[in-house]
T-cell receptor
């Protein structure tokens, strides 16, 4: 019952920006978009989240379209250590917070 | 500060056996969630506990159960293990349930059922 769709894999050159797209066309008005990444089957690591405004932190930027049906995670200067599976997640509130993970995008950063 | 810790790291069990997995949340965090991640897939939600009460349950059979203790640590129990239960089991903790909700994941327990 994933609520997001992402490309299976993407390549990016080291030092370049990595733009990871995500579709969440069934998202509701009060549901947040989160991004996590997972390296070598370790626990997922939080990156960023947003509702409808663009967000930026020290790791990445999150661009959410005006209709909220899609978003893009931007890693401004990818390094080899950014090679990981990136998950776009919708957080749903139904008396508790539930994360719906998709299958993720394997980002390969190449020298 | 210590992050979310889980034990054991790896576990091998036989079909039909029972297993208990343990999780200690970040200090001060009152909510714990459990996820199952089968190889090649994203994590799937199993349970969420907040203030020692079950707040949510995913689409998993009754063989899966959990509880949260007064110190906010948690256990996940799985009875009558099946081969399909082989997976990475992740625990995540959060401060509360508010709008700025963030989950912090532990390293996981790798369960292999033979």
């Amino acid at each position: 019952d994933a609520k997001t769709t992402q490309p299976t894999s993407m390549d990016c050159a080291e030092g370049r920006a990595a733009n990871l797209p995500c579709n969440h066309s069934t998202i509701s008005g009060n549901e947040y978009v989160y991004w996590y990444r997972q390296i070598h089957s370790q626990g997922p690591q939080y990156i960023i989240h947003g509702l409808k405004n663009n967000e930026t932190n020290e790791m990445a930027s999150l661009i959410i379209t005006e209709d909220r049906k899609s978003s893009t995670l931007i890693l401004p200067h990818a390094t080899l250590r950014d090679t990981a599976v990136y998950y776009c997640i919708v957080r749903v509130w139904n008396n508790f917070n539930k994360f719906y993970f998709g299958s993720g995008t394997k980002l390969n950063v190449k020298p | 500060d210590a992050g979310v810790t889980q034990s054991p790291t790896h576990l091998i069990k036989t079909r039909g056996q029972h297993v208990t997995l343990r999780c200690s949340p970040i200090s001060g965090h009152k909510s714990v969630s459990w996820y199952q991640q089968v190889l090649g897939q994203g994590p799937q939600f199993i349970f969420q506990y907040y203030e020692k009460e079950e707040r949510g349950r995913g689409n998993f059979p009754d063989r899966f159960s959990a509880r949260q203790f007064p110190n906010y640590s948690s256990e996940l129990n799985v009875n009558a293990l099946l081969l399909g239960d082989s997976a990475l089991y992740l625990c995540a903790s959060s401060l509360g349930q508010g709008y700025a909700y963030e989950q912090y994941f532990g390293p996981g327990t790798r369960l292999t059922v033979t």
